[in-house]
């Protein structure tokens, strides 16, 4: 089976602090994705990457970055927290061939205070 | 653009009665389809997925769906609710082969009374 593995279930920070979401998968997938998700707004993409040092902008990428220095690691960066990024963060991977599902962690329940 | 609709946000059923979740797509092509269940405060886990042939596909936990094209459907069925299939449900689909970004309907929650 496919592992996503998100480091932190929870997580509690300050405004203004940089912020990093952490996500692990072990079955050598090429695309990786960052998607938050709110009450009444359904599942978000911020970025996703197809390949080790490529990125691509989702839908609401302001206010983050991402890295991808290894094909299994693929970190979100909040560059300066804001109290409107509190959100549930979730982690995906797939094969990069036509229509694979994606494979998600177990969210990251972020606080910004 | 691509979408895809859940009509029904609440979705409240006894234990052991039948269930049906709805999903519409607006993509022309035949596109690639798929269930989701979010458990509170887990991620989401594959159900079952649509790629072509077979209209009726089988998944894990007793679920099944159908593809009908001339409704733009994808619905969610199961013939007996248990009390642990109480979650929330999201139907996705890729505008295209090539598309890497998935749609997401804004998911249905569904409610098991004992």
């Known amino acids: 089976d496919v592992k996503v593995t998100q480091s932190s279930r929870y997580l509690v920070k300050r405004t203004g602090e940089k912020v990093f979401l952490e996500c692990v998968q072990d079955m050598d997938h090429e695309n990786m994705f960052w998607y938050r998700q709110d009450p009444g707004l359904g599942l978000r993409l911020i970025y996703f990457s197809y390949d080790v040092k490529m990125k691509e902008k989702g839908d609401i990428p302001e206010g983050y970055s991402v890295s991808r220095e290894k094909k299994e690691r693929f970190s979100l960066i909040l560059e300066s927290a804001s109290t409107n990024q509190t959100s549930m963060y979730l982690c995906a991977s797939s094969l990069d061939r036509g229509g694979q599902p994606q494979h998600f962690g177990d969210g990251t329940r972020l606080s910004i205070l | 653009a691509q979408s895809v609709t859940q009509p029904d946000i609440h979705i409240t059923v006894s234990e052991g009665a039948s269930l049906e979740l709805r999903c519409n797509y607006s993509?022309?092509?035949?596109?690639?389809l798929f269930w989701y269940v979010q458990s509170p405060g887990q991620g989401l886990q594959l159900l079952l997925k649509?790629?072509?042939?077979?209209?009726l596909v089988q998944g894990i936990k007793g679920f099944e769906a159908e593809f009908k094209r001339s409704q733009s459907s994808f619905n969610l069925r199961k013939p007996s609710v248990h009390w642990s299939d109480a979650a929330e449900y999201f139907c996705?689909?890729?505008?295209?082969?090539?598309?890497?970004?998935?749609?997401f309907g804004k998911g249905t929650k569904l409610s098991v009374i004992p």
């Open positions: 996705a689909s890729y505008s295209g082969a090539g598309s890497y970004q998935l749609t």
């Open positions: 649509y790629f072509s042939g077979d209209t």
């Open positions: 993509y022309g092509a035949t596109p690639y």
